[in-house]
């Protein structure tokens, strides 16, 4: 399987403070990607780096065009949709406001399609589409920011804490619907994720974090063996 995204020497900074020092990793085309690690080990930090929204400095390949330094809405225009941590759903609008913004690149009868579509993985937004978002609860707002995401039919979706805060069954249910757009939509994945167990089970390949590096590296089935990481790293 080819490497839809290839981050080599990835280093990243809030003004003086370096967060990340010289990643090397890859998500694979059509596949799931999962980066562990304790609060604070530069997890949302990569993600927000891959997007362009904080300083950086290494090499960064898309589908083999280089996107380091690139502004955010050129890297999105690109194909690579960002969930991020706390979902960014516009409370003040309604579900089918949200979605629009997701959509907004799009010509009116392809966005109507792809609402259509996203009902099929998320009939609750459909039963809340004039619904105001901050009305949701926290499982439905999370589905509305995935949903918006992916109407802008990306290449590489990037997840941040998609479980956070969120019950033991929602958490399934998300999870279900995004095993089913990894395979019926083909979108590559890098998940940031706290349940390493869950993260790993849906995952291929996992890299570890620790302070902005990379420990370990692998593929997800592994490392969910290896008791002495789960001990030492993931706490179970």
Known sequence: MAALLEAKGLHAAYGETKVLHGLDFAVQEGGVTALLGANGAGK???LRALCGMV???GEIVL???SIANMATEDIVRLGVAHVPDGRGTFMELTVEENMRLGAYTRPARESTADF???FGYFP???ERY???AGTLSGGEQQMLAIARALLLRPRLLLLDEPSFGL?????REIFGIMRRIRDEEGVSILLVEQNATLALAFAEDAYLLETGRIVIAGKAADISKDESIRRSYLGY
């Open 167 to 171: 019950a033991p069954l929602i958490v």
């Open 124 to 126: 609750r937004l459909k």
């Open 63 to 65: 589908g083999g065009k």
């Open 130 to 132: 004039r619904q105001q």
């Open 44 to 46: 949302t930090t990569t």
């Open 55 to 57: 300083r950086t400095q």
């Open 116 to 118: 259509e579509r996203m």
